[in-house]
């Protein structure tokens, strides 16, 4: 549980992580809304991007509303959440690398973050498969699985 004393003081952009004695500017001089405005712009330009990737990689119908029907998208959802797990393995051990730079709530934020990104994912891949599942029982062809 977060807790007033438990808070980082110096992670603004991460709305329940900011305190009062937050600093106000980033680095670039950026105030937080400012901030949020610049990831969420990013985060769009990468989902345009990766549309853009699965087009080359699959063809033309990966971009249609519902993809390539002759793939398991339910199964390739799967393993994309399960995949985030090793990501998030990877960016605790760099965060553990680059953890001498780095103040105590810097760390503790990256961690809670991390830990809850972990938990939520592996979840939301147990409740896809349950569902994966149903519908294959009630003789739902899904489509080719990931050859993995």
């Known amino acids: 549980m977060v807790t007033p004393e438990t808070k980082p003081s110096s992670i603004s952009s991460v709305p329940h992580l900011t305190t009062d004695s937050a600093p106000k500017l980033?680095?670039?001089g950026e105030g937080a809304s400012s901030v949020d405005a610049r990831c969420r712009k990013l985060v769009a330009t990468r989902r345009g991007?990766?549309?853009?990737?699965?087009?080359e990689k699959y063809g033309p119908t990966a971009t249609s509303p519902v993809g390539d029907?002759?793939?398991?998208?339910?199964?390739?959802?799967?393993?994309e959440?399960?995949?985030m797990d090793r990501y998030c393995e990877m960016m605790e051990n760099r965060l553990k690398m680059i953890s001498g730079s780095l103040s105590h709530h810097e760390i503790w934020s990256g961690n809670y973050i991390l830990t809850r990104i972990r938990k939520e994912t592996e979840h939301q891949a147990f409740l896809l498969e349950r569902f994966r599942d149903e519908l294959l029982a009630l003789g739902f062809l899904l489509g080719e699985p990931e050859a993995l």
């Open 49 to 55: 991007e990766m549309t853009a990737r699965a087009a």
């Open 26 to 28: 980033n680095k670039l």
């Open 81 to 83: 959440l399960a995949g």
């Open 69 to 79: 029907t002759s793939r398991d998208i339910w199964d390739y959802a799967i393993n």
